[in-house]
């Protein structure tokens, strides 16, 4: 007999938030869940409804039917009768506002689904399943039991999109699918997918053949981080895209779960697959190929006709295959360099009166629009199309901060907020040991569940032009399906309910208790999601000079932390955390979470180095980044050591545009032999190293002077990290030091982040 999926519900007791919501494990939360007496049984009996005049419905009601069938053998009939006993009816009620909102209803003698709309019934649907709590395998088929329950919802945001790039690393057709019906099952209603870029053409295009000859292929893949120097590379040609058949099945299915496609084709930048190809569409003769590394690259789409021309082409063969309302034409990281020595790009803007570059790249993104606009569609872009003057349409996807969106919504456009500090799902999620390669960053499960899309700055009618928000899936770093999975989910869940519950629900430790139990529903869809959620979380915190406690804690109340002090792995017979851990020697700390013998987190180590002004009074000049200082100022003396490979634990310390000043006191004045610190370097990330460090030294505290200065910065390196040194002479007495670190500045042409400030990222100002 072969096997299928039956569900078991456990009950639970009741608990306050949501009207009673605890123990039902739904995400993203409704907006009002009512618990009633009893318990709905579906057994083979069950019968399917849809109501009169609610045919409309009939997909969702066949939807339900399937999935039962796949999961629990129970084979149920739809119909337009019933007995109104035993039966999950189905109705449309215009008194509901909105096509997205529900009501659910579940008795103990029937199921009552009503929506004004298929895409309510669905999310009703999804919602009846998550209230089955639970699936495992079994031989026979079994009835399901369902608590009795009033749900009113309704989402927050008309946009809750999950995005993924499919051209740095190619996923078939199968995991797109599944990866839609994950997005389904949590509310989403955009999918949004990014098709082309330097490294490869990812989508079939009848006019141009040699797009999926060789445009989807590049002859080899960078191997390890792209920081990493000399870059390696694996030698094996690389590649694939998706036949319009495809594509249809792809929009099709997804359609089906009330999810809108929305295709990415990169321009005028990010276009050197596409160059490879037709190479007649660059300002310079090439020839050109596919990129094997990423980054950003100088040769773009040269702003001529016949460059519109091949765009109209490949956007008409794009507009066939998507009913989406928009298509996003990219607009980001597009260098001016080609442009700036290029004679066509110089009479161009002669011609049209353009002011420079940036206005030149407006005018292509106009015409691009106006074009989309002619087929009755709208354009998404990066926020970069704010550049040189927005498009008139055109609605921003704000990523480089919320800056962006803010100067659009301000503007009367539309916004999707998708900020690189909460919602990029390509960075770290944990600073445990054994975190697969990733580009960089630190995005832990809690700040993404924390954001919040509508900024302060905006007034309540500028507010109404943020749509939404979207989590970005950015592959260079994923070469396989579980990668993509690890990555995006829980953190995947987190935008889900940012996005469909109110903003005064939304509570982290009543979320994280949800999750907790439904990771046994990803669980048995054999889900590679993160457990970084169980993590050991440490905070250091000062004592007597020279040393330090640290305080663990886990979001699993059942959890034991155990702990070692030698280096070694912590185990179950490993000291058990009961009280702050004080340091005052050299250690290397490890702990992680146990439940009986078995550990459930990765094991989080923290170096501690005590140096003369560890724990000292430190004052900074300029705050970092509000996103890169986890652990204030004092991070920079508390002794404790930053991750070798990511800087964004609460050890680093990022500042963009601006340099470091610390002033630290050492309470007397004592003999100091040395100033020592460490910077981040990671070029793929736009952090680069400093052009100085200076050591000015007082003993009141105003009048400073030189005592040293530091400028040998290399210009590449491969290591993740540079340590630099500024001396001082024999028995120097000082009390105050004045620790200043100047930036990179701009990144130069050909480098990444070419025309932006550097990152500067800064770690333990070490004294001796």
């Not at 608990?15 to 123990?23: D, E, F, I, P, R």
């Not at 990010?270 to 100088?298: D, M, R």
């Not at 629900?505 to 869809?525: M, P």
């Not at 404790?640 to 609460?650: A, L, Q």
């Given at each position: ?508 430790a009543d979320f994280t208790a949800r999750l907790v139990r439904h990771f046994d529903r990803l669980d048995a869809k054999n889900l590679n999601y993160s457990r970084a959620l169980f993590q050991v979380k440490a905070e250091t915190r000062p004592a007597a000079p020279g040393s330090a406690a640290v305080v663990f804690s886990s979001l699993d109340p059942k959890a034991e932390i155990r702990y070692t002090t030698d280096g070694s792995a912590p185990g179950p017979g490993s000291p058990l ?104 370097n990671g070029p793929g990330q736009w952090i680069y190293l400093p052009r100085a460090m200076e050591v000015a030294v007082s003993n009141d505290g105003k009048k400073f002077k030189p005592a040293g200065k530091f400028t040998n910065f290399p210009e590449q390196s491969r290591d993740k990290t540079f340590a630099a040194a500024v001396s001082f002479k024999k028995n120097t007495k000082v009390r105050y030091l004045r620790v200043t670190v100047r930036r990179h500045g701009i990144i130069a ?20």
């Amino acid at each position: 007999m072969h096997k299928i999926l039956s569900f078991l519900f456990v009950l639970t007791g009741i608990t306050g938030l949501a009207q009673s919501s605890a123990g039902l494990a739904l995400i993203p939360l409704p907006k009002e869940v009512i618990r009633k007496e009893g318990i709905f049984t579906i057994d083979p009996n069950t019968q399917i409804r849809v109501a009169d005049g609610a045919q409309v419905l009939q997909p969702v009601a066949d939807y339900l039917a399937a999935y039962l069938y796949r999961a629990a053998g129970l084979e149920l009939q739809v119909s337009g009768e019933g007995s109104k006993t035993n039966e999950i009816e189905f109705s449309l009620d215009a008194a509901i506002s909105g096509a997205e909102a529900y009501r659910l209803e579940v008795g103990p003698e029937r199921i009552r689904i009503r929506a004004k709309a298929g895409a309510g019934a669905f999310y009703a649907v999804q919602t009846l399943l998550q209230l089955l709590q639970g699936e495992r395998e079994g031989d026979t088929p079994r009835p399901i039991e369902v608590p009795a329950v009033q749900i009113t919802d309704a989402p927050r945001f008309e946009y809750r999109g999950m995005h993924l790039d499919v051209a740095r690393h190619f996923f078939p057709v199968s995991f797109i699918k599944r990866y839609i019906d994950l997005l389904a099952m949590h509310k989403f209603n955009r999918f949004h997918w990014h098709l082309t870029e330097d490294q490869g053409w990812r989508i079939e295009i009848k006019k141009y053949p040699r797009l999926q000859e060789v445009a989807a292929w590049r002859k080899e893949t960078l191997i390890g981080h792209y920081s990493d120097q000399p870059h390696q590379f694996d030698g094996k040609r690389y590649g694939g895209y998706y036949t319009q058949d495809e594509v249809r099945e792809v929009v099709r299915y997804a359609a089906e779960r009330f999810i809108t496609v929305v295709p990415e084709i990169e321009l005028p930048g990010h276009s050197l697959a596409a160059l490879s190809a037709y190479p007649e569409l660059a300002c310079t003769a090439g020839p050109f190929e596919a990129a094997t590394k990423w980054g950003i690259f100088e040769d773009v789409f040269c702003p001529k006709e016949e460059t519109f021309t091949f765009l109209e082409n490949v956007l008409t063969e794009v507009i066939e295959l998507f009913p989406s309302e928009y298509i996003h034409i990219g607009g980001d990281e597009c260098p001016k360099t080609r442009w700036e020595s290029c004679a066509h790009c110089q009479a161009l803007i002669k011609k049209e009166g353009l002011k420079d570059e940036h206005e030149l790249q407006s005018y292509f993104i106009r015409r691009i629009e106006r074009f989309i606009n002619s087929k009755g569609r709208q354009i998404i872009g990066w926020d970069e199309i704010l550049e040189g003057g927005l498009a008139p349409n055109a609605t921003v996807m704000s990523w480089r901060g919320i800056k962006g969106g803010i100067a659009a919504a301000k503007e009367g456009h539309k916004v999707i907020m998708t900020p690189t500090s909460h919602c990029y799902l390509d960075y770290y999620q944990s600073d445990a040991e054994g975190e697969p390669l990733a580009i960089g960053g630190f995005l832990p499960l809690e700040k993404v569940y924390n954001y919040e899309p509508i900024p302060d700055e905006l007034t309540a009618e500028e507010a109404r032009f943020i749509l939404g928000a979207q989590g970005n899936v950015w592959t260079e770093y994923m070469p396989t399906e579980a990668q993509v999975e690890y990555m995006a989910f829980p953190r995947a869940l987190a935008i889900a309910e940012l996005t469909w519950t109110p903003r005064e629900q939304k509570n982290y430790a009543d979320f994280t208790a949800r999750l907790v139990r439904h990771f046994d529903r990803l669980d048995a869809k054999n889900l590679n999601y993160s457990r970084a959620l169980f993590q050991v979380k440490a905070e250091t915190r000062p004592a007597a000079p020279g040393s330090a406690a640290v305080v663990f804690s886990s979001l699993d109340p059942k959890a034991e932390i155990r702990y070692t002090t030698d280096g070694s792995a912590p185990g179950p017979g490993s000291p058990l955390y009961t009280a702050p851990v004080s340091l005052s020697a050299p250690t290397l700390l490890k702990s992680a979470a146990f439940q009986g013998a078995s550990r459930k987190s990765s094991v989080l180590s923290l170096q501690f180095e005590p140096h003369l002004v560890t724990g000292k009074p430190v004052v900074l000049a300029d705050p970092p980044s509000p996103n890169y200082s986890l652990g204030g100022p004092q991070a920079l003396v508390n002794g404790f050591i930053g991750s070798d490979t990511r800087y964004g634990d609460s050890e680093w310390l990022g500042w963009a545009g601006k340099d470091m000043e610390a002033l630290i006191d050492l309470g007397a004045r004592v003999p100091v032999s040395q100033v020592q610190t460490r910077f981040f370097n990671g070029p793929g990330q736009w952090i680069y190293l400093p052009r100085a460090m200076e050591v000015a030294v007082s003993n009141d505290g105003k009048k400073f002077k030189p005592a040293g200065k530091f400028t040998n910065f290399p210009e590449q390196s491969r290591d993740k990290t540079f340590a630099a040194a500024v001396s001082f002479k024999k028995n120097t007495k000082v009390r105050y030091l004045r620790v200043t670190v100047r930036r990179h500045g701009i990144i130069a042409p050909g480098k990444q982040g070419a025309g932006h400030e550097a990152w500067l990222f800064v770690d333990e100002v070490r004294v001796k």
